[in-house]
C-alpha cells in the first residue's frame, strides 16, 4: 500500500517477494514508509515455496499497529510511537499495488544474483484480492473525507480492543519467526537510531 502518488512524503506499507536461487528458500521482504522515509526492512525466509500454491498474505492497520501476516500467521508488527516522538502512519489514505519490478540490482543476495531473462515472460497471480472494511477517500485536499475516514476505523472493530494490542498467539507467531526464520532485521543494524525497536518485537 502507498500514497505516493498523491504526497511528496509519502506513507508505504510492503510486502516484497526477492527472489532465491533455485533450490533455496524464499525470501519476504516487508518494509514501511513514513513521510517518504523507508528503511526499516525485515526479511524473512518463508517456511514454503509460495510459487507452488497460492498462500495468504494481509496485513491489518489501525491507530495502534500495523502487522503483516502470513497464512494467518503474523510475521511482523509496527506498533505506533507517536509517544517517542515517532511519526507514524495515521494521516494518509494509500492505495493498493500489486506489481512485479526488476530489483535485480539488489533483491536477491543483495543483487548478486541477477534476473535469468531467459525465463521471461514472469507472471504473478492473485485470488482473493480483497480490502475488507476500507474507507474510500476521495478528496485527499480536503479533511472531510479524512475525519469521515477516522471516525470509522475507531469505531469499528478493528480500531477497538482487542485488535489495538496482539494476542498471546500473534505474540508465539512472532517469537517463532524470530527464532527460526528472520534473517535480516533493520532495529539489529540500527537499533539506536530507532527507538520503536524495542517495542516491534516481544
Request: aromatic share 16%.
Amino acid at each position: 500500500m502507498s500514497s505516493q502518488a498523491i504526497y511528496k512524503k509519502w506513507c508505504e506499507v510492503d510486502f516484497e517477494f526477492l527472489g532465491n536461487v533455485s533450490g533455496q528458500p524464499y525470501v519476504l521482504q516487508t518494509n514501511v514508509y513514513i513521510q517518504g522515509v523507508g528503511a526499516r526492512e525485515q526479511q524473512i525466509y518463508l517456511w514454503f515455496d509460495p510459487t507452488a500454491d497460492f498462500h495468504e498474505y494481509g496485513i491489518r492497520w489501525n491507530q495502534a499497529l500495523i502487522f503483516f501476516w502470513v497464512d494467518n500467521r503474523v510475521i511482523r508488527v509496527f506498533h505506533n510511537a507517536t509517544d517517542l516522538g515517532l511519526p507514524y502512519l495515521d494521516y494518509q489514505p494509500m492505495y493498493t499495488i500489486a506489481s512485479i519490478w526488476n530489483g535485480e540490482s539488489w533483491a536477491t543476495e543483495c543483487g548478486r544474483i541477477k534476473v535469468d531473462w531467459t525465463r521471461a515472460p514472469f507472471i504473478a497471480s492473485y485470488t482473493g484480492w480483497n480490502v475488507p472494511n476500507a474507507c474510500k477517500v476521495h478528496n485527499t485536499t480536503g479533511t472531510d473525507d479524512l475525519h469521515a475516514c477516522y471516525r470509522k476505523v475507531y469505531l469499528s472493530s478493528y480500531g477497538r480492543a482487542p485488535n489495538l494490542a496482539l494476542s498471546q498467539t500473534q505474540i508465539a507467531d512472532l517469537r517463532w519467526v524470530k527464532e527460526n526464520y528472520i534473517i535480516y532485521d533493520y532495529c539489529t543494524k540500527n537499533a539506536t537510531a530507532t527507538p520503536e525497536c524495542a517495542r516491534n518485537w516481544p
